[in-house]
């Protein structure tokens, strides 16, 4: 198995602008979750999914923020507009059943000047 | 509230001796997972060993090992014969059976010195 897979590794842009990340989870897992991961905050659970259904949101920011997973298979993470604050490196998770292990992807890391 | 504290924000050991790090956890659930998570300078964060609260035997993964305490609600990684390749941030997580928020301490580097 290839493990959790996200795009791209790195991301800079400039305030203001749009920003996508992408993540493809293992396979057969039915749960899939977005991280955020600062120097100040540590890691931060942002949105989980189970079986493509959005289930908590709470650890979102702000509306800037949203996350959807269109299929089994694939998830994206969408700040717009971007802001310097939001430059952390952003993980993506996916786990087989609502228990056990938590497998996490390489992680995207966003600069934003 | 579930906290995770990790006191000790740097470790050193010397390569092939052994390194305690130490994790502690604040929970009124008795239904949990604990891990150790390893995130090199690569970023990957890998998983080095879990915990289920219910099993009284600590668990073991090669060199690496766990001192779980319940009661005290601690849960300290051993890692023996330590290797260049341990160096590495450990994060310790808490995650309870009746939701999906799995809770990580602050992180400890841990540097091994030839």
């Known amino acids: 198995d290839a493990g959790v897979i996200q795009s791209p590794r790195h991301e800079v842009t400039e305030m203001g602008q749009e920003v996508t990340l992408r993540c493809k989870p293992i396979s057969g897992h039915d749960y899939l979750f977005w991280y955020r991961q600062t120097m100040m905050r540590g890691l931060e659970l942002l949105i989980y999914f189970n079986n493509n259904v959005p289930i908590d949101d709470s650890g979102m920011p702000e509306d800037r923020f949203s996350a959807k997973m269109p299929n089994a298979s694939f998830s994206t993470l969408k700040i717009q507009p971007s802001e310097p604050r939001d430059s952390a490196v952003y993980f993506c998770a996916s786990r087989r059943s609502r228990v056990g292990e938590q497998y996490f992807g390489p992680g995207t890391r966003l600069t934003v000047t | 509230a579930q906290t995770v504290t990790q006191s000790q924000p740097e470790m050193s050991v010397q390569e092939a001796e052994t390194v305690t790090l130490s994790c502690t956890y604040d929970?009124?659930?008795?239904?949990?997972?604990l891990f150790w998570y390893k995130q090199p300078p690569s970023r990957q964060m890998i998983l080095v060993i879990r915990q289920e609260a219910y099993k009284q035997q600590n668990a073991t993964e090669n060199r690496f090992s766990v001192n779980f305490q319940k009661a005290a609600k601690s849960f300290s990684l051993k890692i023996s014969d330590s290797q260049l390749g341990d160096a590495a941030m450990y994060f310790c997580a808490y995650f309870p059976y009746n939701n999906n928020d799995m809770r990580f301490g602050a992180g400890t580097r841990l540097t091994v010195k030839p």
């Open positions: 929970t009124s659930e008795s239904d949990y997972y």
